[in-house]
């Protein structure tokens, strides 16, 4: 594949080639319906590229081998920037970086906004949620609140991810609680009780899904 298009990206360049299962357990993290197609995956209308070799000038020479997993859109988005999302949380899951238009990221770099969200099928009432939270908790605004070092954010979720598509029989509009904090083992934890109480399911900031809270932490190098 032509180095021009790695780095137009987006493309998740990885320290090893990862194995296909894997790949594709991954990305059904984003889309459980996603498929193999020869050698590439398909998520919803965005292919996944077989890893290719790539030169570490590809990221600047930060990695010393480069394998280079270039994701395309073929048709509308489902949420936008999705094919980005994907690329960059590969990378953050297999312990890499993310190319978009010759920019090259860390996706496990902390200073990086966003955090975890809770999609919810409901919008929770203020009180049903202050009592789900722990510590002192204020009310900054009507959807924002904060606790224990953590701001919760009630707004609609953007589209519709497909890692959410459960809920979307019993909801018209989902509803994120949009997590921000300094500490994501504890944004995790809360996360995923929140998602417990509410019946909802957790994501990351790429929308994959998540399950345990070690997923929203980067790999032990």
């Not at 790429?206 to 980067?218: C, K, N, Q, S």
Request: glycine share 8%; aromatic share 4%.
């Amino acid at each position: 594949m032509a180095k021009r298009r790695l780095r137009t990206g987006p493309t998740a360049a990885l320290p090893a080639r990862p194995d296909r299962s894997e790949l594709l357990r991954l990305v059904r993290l984003a889309d459980p319906g996603a498929r193999e197609d020869g050698d590439d995956v398909v998520a919803v209308d965005v292919r996944v590229h077989a890893p290719v070799e790539a030169d570490p000038g590809l990221v600047g020479g930060e990695l010393e081998q480069v394998w280079a997993c270039r994701v395309t859109a073929e048709g509308p988005l489902p949420v936008d920037y999705f094919d980005r999302f994907l690329a960059e949380g590969l990378a953050f899951r297999l312990g890499g970086l993310a190319v978009c238009r010759g920019e090259v990221t860390d996706p496990a770099d902390e200073s990086l906004p966003g955090g975890p969200a809770v999609i919810l099928p409901v919008r929770p009432a203020a009180e049903e949620l202050m009592e789900l939270l722990e510590g002192e908790v204020e009310q900054e605004e009507e959807f924002v609140f904060t606790a224990g070092g953590v701001r919760v954010l009630v707004v609609p979720e953007k589209g519709q991810p497909p890692a959410a598509q459960e809920l979307l029989p019993f909801a018209a509009e989902l509803t994120a609680l949009e997590l921000r904090g300094d500490d994501q083992a504890k944004l995790a934890t809360l996360a995923l009780s929140l998602s417990d109480a509410l019946n909802g399911l957790v994501v990351d900031r790429w929308r994959f899904r998540v399950d345990r809270a070690e997923d929203l932490l980067p790999p032990a190098s």
